[in-house]
């Protein structure tokens, strides 16, 4: 057995081995009601700059969560010692942390297996590409510099591969187990005054396509050479999918049932009436094609699709079990839906849930290419990605940050130059507000959100403020 | 722990390793919180493990493990072994790492109450308090209190016979409040955003920070915040006060001078700099009043980028990085200082814990207050007219570290001289050099602050990192303010 695989079954727990040790930890401490999360696996990554490998690491491990609950108190307590030395200890500090506090009213019981719904199994494993070597990722590497060097370009990336299983099991039933491998390449081309830029993300390795993904990358770094500076102002804009996943990332979490709640959230006082264009439908669906992740939540409850946004209006909001009880003797009660949805938070929390399965919906037929969106514009910008992205205003969820590695001017239907990287400050909601035309949703990944199905956009009036030296 | 770097570089030099580096890493840590009133986090967890790093044919390598028998240490270096060859297969150059004396030390960071043994009921009574401060101003509509300790022991072994034990007792604590009403949310955080102020202390710290005392003040300016007018669009003179000034060093300073990223190692994800060789020793970075060094050294203070050795074994030194305005140093490490030619390394590779290979690194990069004696009123009321901006809200730059925008939570009007009005949503902009060329006063010690940026992310797989940041109150002249909001 090759090293790789015999490291990969001493961290990947299976199923039957995640209840063996839960039961470890339930006669730990029989008397207590007790919610055991376990996570672990490997992964590798080879990094790259200049043309050659700078940096290759691989990881493994396993950890055990224990959360133990008396009444209206709570703690956590995490080991990665998994002796039983380590496990009596995780839970005796679990313990120990909750006693002490004062009780909470409103805390709920643990999760029922009878109410924690019926959770899709999601096939999400590929073995060959969990047990990818060092030499194969060095091979794709190799493809990729390849194109660099033909081009006389100056290349730096990052290939990486692995597996992750997830677990959680509790006191009242609750048996939940997920695995799943990925693949993830990108890739940057520099030129002397220029680069460009690409990333991908899949469950199979076998699915990326490095030596495309340079060619494309090289040829955004090509056409961007010697940048001309355009001037601040207001443009219409296609964002490739990588850029727009990273802009929407920062509006999920106002799709909180908590964040309403605790008025943190920039739909608080917008609700009810149409806040997007019409041409905007987004949904959250763990089960999605291009989707990633277990369809259970943070307490074992299966996740439910959610139409967060139907033709511009939003429609359903992520609720963990908490929240749904707080929102059913609330002001909201009545006008959202008030049951969990399966996309809480481990608990105790901060932010309550989170929709992070975000699919983007465009109409067969009425999805354009990026060709056909420089095609319709008169003048514009098309950008590749974005960087540095931070929330500016909370409330009117204005962001700033930087375009990077493929900037271009569009003029009259065609790309006519590279232009220097632009700052922008724009808010997410006018941006949804502004969408001219969608592009056909795949799964994109960007560097400063998570990565989800999302399409590339065009739309009018994005407002940029300044101009770096680049 | 001996022994289990011993298995690691013994197995790793019988696979074939020219050197080797082995970090076994005991960590702890406990965080608490209040949202509300209710608790909102009481966790506690534990982890320990070993990464080793290994040179083989001149490429690297790096695994790690939490399996630390003898079995899974040394296929572990083999892994790291494995690795390090196939690097070698893609490489122009061999890695040369420059000569380090082997030192065998101990040091632990200076604690006066290990805060593993205040009673948690303690913690949360106070984090309770302080909720109810910030509650009780009309208007709050959300407030938050944490606490957090860590407590971080590191073996560090390598093959050239460096054997050194460190240990860190961090600690960090704040508070915020946020109001919601028609349009604006608003927050005020102390004694910073983010989660507070954060150090290399023990609970000594959390009781220096006196936040029930603070908590009702900021409560009520958060809610001012919501009537105040809009900060001004145009250039103005600008005053910063030490936690915000403390940022704007970490982004357009303590980020471009990392040698990784200048020699273009970063350029995928982190980014490059504006800073190439050639600027080094010539360029005017800021006026005659910017002085800044990286000063890892325990006499610096307890900052979250102090240490006695970094994690390649170099001892801390104290880097100038800015001297009377001209640039005069990176931070590096024993490979990237041989890349450009130096003699040893300035003591900058860390590693996020025992699963992540250590990368180029601040330590405790700080802007030295200023020799003539300044206080804070004396600059305010030396300033004329101008505007005053407190804690960050929001930041971004570039990726070559040249364009920034800084929002804060709250400014003041300064008009002949004193502190005026509240204003809401300030926000500043500029290009780093023009920035620090406008420097113009920056008060004295009595007004310097050690600030800790517990969560700076840089690297891939991106490890989180805590670094220092002193500063003190500092006036620039005529920098864009309000552009955030511009049409």
Known sequence: MASEERSMNANMLSQERCAEIFDRVRRAAPDLDLEVTLAGGHSALTRWANNGITQNVREEGCEVSVRAQMGGRTARATTNLLDDDGLRDVVRRAEALARVQEEDEDLLPMLAAAEAGESAVLERFDDATAVLGAGERASQVDAMVQVARREGLNSAGAYSNGAQFEAIFNSRGVARWHQESFAEASVTMQGDDSSGWQKRNYTRAAEVDARAMAEIAAEKARRSARPIEVPPGKYTVILEPSAVADLLGFLAADFSGLALLEQRSCLHGRLGARLFGENITIVDDCAAAGQTGAAFDGEG????????????????????????ARMAKSEWAGKLKTQPTGHGLSLPNESGEAAVNIVFQVAEGAAKSVEEMVAATGRGLLVTRLWYIREVDAYEKMLTGMTRDGTFLVENGRVTAGVRNLRFNQSVLKLLQSVLDLGRPGRACGEESFNMVAPAMRAEGFQFTEVTRF | MKQVAEWALEAAVAAGASHGEARVVHERQRGLGTRNGRVSSAADSESLGVGIRVLCRGGWGFAATQRLSREGVEECARLAVEIARASARVQPHPVELLPEPPVVAEWSSPCQIDPFTVPVEECLDLLRRVDLELRAVAGVTLSETSMSFRRYEQWFYNTEGAAIRQTFITTGAGCAAHAFEGDSIQTRS???????????KGYELVRELHLVENANRVARECVALLKAPQCPEGRRDLVLDSSQLGLQIHESIGHPIELDRVLGYEANFAGTSFLTLDKLHTLRYGSDLVNVVADARPGHGP????????????????VPIITRGIFEGYLSSRDTAAVIGRERSGGHLRAEGWARVPIVRMSNVSLLPGEDELSFEDLISSTGDGIYMETNRSWSIDDKRYNFQFGCEAAWEIKGGKLGRLLRNPSYSGITTEFWNAMDAVCDRREWTLWGTPNCGKGQPEQGMGTGHGAAPARFRQIKIGGAYGE
């Open chain 2, 190 to 200: 102390y004694p910073n955003s983010f989660g507070g102020q954060y150090q290399n």
């Open chain 2, 303 to 318: 900052g979250l980028g102090t240490y006695a050795f970094d994690d390649e074994g170099v001892a801390a030194q104290c």
């Open chain 1, 301 to 324: 409850q299966a996740r439910q699709p959610l139409t967060l946004v139907e033709r511009g209006t939003v429609k359903d909001v992520a609720m963990a079990r908490a929240t749904a």
